[in-house]
């Protein structure tokens, strides 16, 4: 039993400073931090499929109204990405579209599970070993 659950004289409950239980936790937690950080990925692919998505109609909208897309003004990290607005408002685009739409969509759905099930996974771990 740990000094949580023994309680105090009388059974009283200890008090913890904050810090000092997550420390405790996190004790337990970090031979999984590969596995939560393959959580971490997923959380970032869901979201980037977000702005993506954006993106992507922004473009499909300015080309079924024939409007001509202002230019994407990226972060400074992104720079190395290429500039596509140019393929957005040509016929190609809606070749593309439909592989488009399915490609997000398949990273949404992995960058979720990944989100969902691996976090998860080492929170069952710890609570194993905390009972143990």
Do not use: E
Not at 3 to 26: H, I, T
Not at 38 to 51: E, H, K, P, R
Not at 104 to 109: A, E, P, Q, S, V
């Amino acid at each position: 039993m740990n000094d949580a659950a023994r309680g105090g004289p009388q059974g009283a409950p200890v008090s913890m400073p904050a810090m000092q239980v997550y420390r405790r936790l996190l004790h337990y937690a970090w031979p999984y931090r590969g596995m939560y950080l393959i959580g971490v990925f997923g959380m970032l692919l869901y979201a980037s499929t977000d702005g993506l998505t954006l993106v992507v109609m922004r473009g499909f909208l300015g080309a079924a109204a024939n409007t001509p897309a202002p230019p994407v003004h990226l972060p400074g990290f992104l720079h190395w990405l290429p500039d596509v607005s140019g393929f957005m408002q040509s016929a190609q685009w809606f070749a593309w579209l439909p592989l488009a739409v399915l490609l997000i969509f398949l990273c949404r759905g992995t960058g979720d599970y990944l989100a969902q099930y691996f976090p998860a996974w080492v929170a069952r771990q710890v609570v194993k070993v905390v009972r143990a």
